[in-house]
T-cell receptor, first 109, second 113 residues
């Protein structure tokens, strides 16, 4: 079957750096997406990786290793507003999105 | 720029009543459209997706149905709601490119009592 694993919850301190990991086992690969979802709100698109390596967007970076079936989302200079769930999703060989259950990130002052 | 509208934001309905949730997209043509459901603390479950007018693919057998009467309009319906239909319903769109990300509406919080 197809599977995406993320930690259920992580805690970090304001101003620090946190890395949220995502491992996947899917039938084929056509890209990996990261979304941010604040409590009670809809997910918003953060980043997309289809080739190996690091994609940087301001304080957020996303890394992909296709051979290892692994990605991470790196958040720098954490702010209280970064408290949210972070969803990892992979497009399989049929271009269907497979979603992880999300990682709830708690930021403490 | 493209925008997606979804309504209502919240809904409380009794068991056995009908349901109609509507979603419209502006600023793009021939988008792919999706309905997802998210149970509390759970991941996103794809319910329906559409690549064109009148073309609906169902991912999960249930008492829900979807329709796409116009290019940028997507409707989620039920004739008789069940308690298990409670959840957070999200409409989303993407460009027709296989590599395009999904963009979500604000969601509808449905409580079936």
């Amino acid at each position: 079957g197809q599977n995406i694993d993320q930690p259920t919850e992580m805690t970090a301190t304001e101003g620090a750096i946190v890395q949220i990991n995502c491992t996947y086992q899917t039938s084929g690969f056509n890209g990996l997406f990261w979304y941010q979802q604040h409590a009670g709100e809809a997910p918003t698109f953060l980043s997309y990786n289809v080739l190996d390596g690091l994609e940087e967007k301001g304080r957020f970076s996303s890394f992909l290793s296709r051979s290892k079936g692994y990605s991470y989302l790196l958040l720098k200079e954490l702010q209280m507003k970064d408290s949210a769930s972070y969803l990892c999703a992979v497009k399989d060989s049929n271009y269907q999105l497979i979603w992880g259950a999300g990682t709830k990130l708690i930021i403490k002052p | 720029s493209q925008t997606i509208h979804q309504w209502p934001a919240t809904l409380v309905q009794p068991v056995g009543s009908p349901l109609s949730l509507e979603c419209t997209v502006e600023g793009t043509s021939n988008p792919n459209l999706y309905w997802y459901r998210q149970a509390a603390g759970r991941g996103l479950q794809l319910l329906f997706y559409s690549v064109g007018i009148g073309q609906i693919s169902s991912e999960v057998p249930q008492n829900l149905s979807a329709s796409r009467p116009q290019d940028r309009q997507f409707i989620l319906s039920s004739k008789k709601l069940l308690l298990s239909d409670s959840g957070f319903y999200l409409c989303a769109w993407s460009e027709s490119s296989e590599y395009s990300p999904l963009h979500f509406g604000n969601g509808t919080r449905l409580t079936v009592t």
